[in-house]
């Protein structure tokens, strides 16, 4: 079993419960309400998907680059917003939204499984003057997922 069994567990039950709620949604509450942060519930979901994608990189590149990896931090100085403009989540189909959403997430649960655990304490430059090992950011990808699953509650107001 795998040292992340528990977590991918966990994010995977997530998924699939969320994926229904999703499917559910009318375009009012997917595209109208928005948080503190200016974004609808498409632009959250969308920037889980960023994320996800981007934490799958950087768990591979942490496997096998050089300690520490500089590699990109995608969401420093709001360049988040940025990447959900430029790829204009507001207007993207939701159902494509939801199965990317459901399947780059199942994807990195698989990935989270098969981590090198010998590469746990690898470091990636996040900022300027901070390292993250390769298990802190796992183990921290939890709380990131359910942080946006609770703006989007908020938004639907449950």
């Known amino acids: 079993m795998s040292q992340f069994q528990y ?74 917003d940025r990447w959900i403009a430029i790829q204009d989540y507001e207007n993207e189909n939701w159902k494509n939204m939801i199965a990317l959403w459901k399947y780059i997430h199942l994807h990195l649960t698989h990935v989270i499984k098969n981590i090198n655990t010998a590469k746990l304490d690898n470091e990636w430059m996040a900022d300027k003057y901070e390292k993250v090992s390769l298990k802190k950011m796992v183990e921290d990808f939890p709380r990131h997922f359910k942080l946006h699953i609770s703006e989007i509650e908020k938004l639907l107001k449950i």
């Open 7 to 80: 977590l991918a567990d966990e994010l995977e039950a997530l998924v699939f419960e969320w994926e229904e709620k999703f499917k559910n949604l009318s375009e009012n509450q997917i595209g109208i309400p928005k948080n503190i942060q200016n974004r609808t519930i498409k632009h959250i979901v969308g920037h889980m998907i960023d994320s996800a994608s981007n934490n799958t990189h950087r768990i591979i590149h942490l496997q096998y680059s050089e300690s520490p990896l500089e590699f990109p931090n995608y969401a420093t100085y709001g360049n988040n």
